[in-house]
Every structure is written in structure tokens, then in C-alpha cells.
């Protein structure tokens, strides 16, 4: 059984910071880039970073590029996202994935969704 569990939301003042942490079981995280996903209501997910399995190449959206930083730790089979200067527009519900074969930046080729934490940021 395969299960992804995020941990770190919460409720942040803007231009503050929080860590998301994603923590995975079986075999998933050793054959799978990671990612992170969010969902603003009304509207579709959103790809917001990812982590390729071998390189650790990294990638981003361009509205969280030079603020969210991507991480994992394959030894603890957890994946981070690092958020620093929050906006309110980062208000969402975000979601960790595992693509096995993919790169993690699509959301139709993700095997594995986490059941989602909030972030809310205020103004």
C-alpha cells in the first residue's frame, strides 16, 4: 500500500515561511520524482515544484520561483517544500505527488497523491 502524508500547513502572515514536509511509504519514493501540487477552489490543481529521483534536478512554477525551495531526504523517504516570502495568492490547499517514470511537474501522470494540507496565508 503505498501512502504519501503531508505535515506543515498552517495559517502564516505575509512574507512569512513554512516547510511542507511529505513523508512516503513502500517502495514509492526510490522510483519516484516527487512533487508538490496545489489547489486554489474552483480552479484546477497546479503544478508548484518538483524533484527529479536521480539527479535532483529541481523545478518550478514561475509565480514560486526564488521563493519555495524543493528537497528530499531518500534515506528518511521524505520530500520538503520549503516556502519563504508567502503571498496571499499562495492561499491553497497543497497536494504531494509521485510520478514513477515522469518528472512530477504534470498532474495527469501522477501515480500517488497525499491527501492534501491547507496553507493560508493573510494579508
Known amino acids: 500500500q503505498v501512502r504519501l502524508v503531508e505535515s506543515g500547513g498552517g495559517l502564516v502572515q505575509a512574507g512569512g515561511s513554512l516547510r511542507l514536509s511529505c513523508a512516503a511509504s513502500g517502495r514509492t519514493f526510490s522510483r519516484a520524482a516527487m512533487g508538490w501540487f496545489r489547489h486554489f477552489p474552483g480552479k484546477e490543481r497546479e503544478f508548484v515544484a518538483a524533484?527529479?529521483?536521480?539527479?535532483?534536478?529541481?523545478y518550478y512554477a514561475d509565480a514560486v520561483k526564488g521563493r519555495f525551495t524543493i528537497s528530499r531526504n531518500n534515506a528518511e523517504n521524505t520530500v520538503y517544500l520549503q516556502m519563504n516570502s508567502l503571498k496571499p495568492e499562495d492561499t491553497a490547499v497543497y497536494y504531494c505527488?509521485?510520478?514513477?517514470?515522469?518528472?512530477?511537474?504534470?498532474?495527469?501522470?501522477?501515480?500517488?497523491w497525499g491527501q492534501g494540507t491547507h496553507v493560508t496565508v493573510s494579508s
Open positions: 524533484i527529479s529521483l536521480s539527479t535532483g534536478n529541481t
Open positions: 505527488a509521485a510520478d514513477i517514470g515522469g518528472t512530477a511537474t504534470q498532474s495527469r501522470s501522477v501515480n500517488y
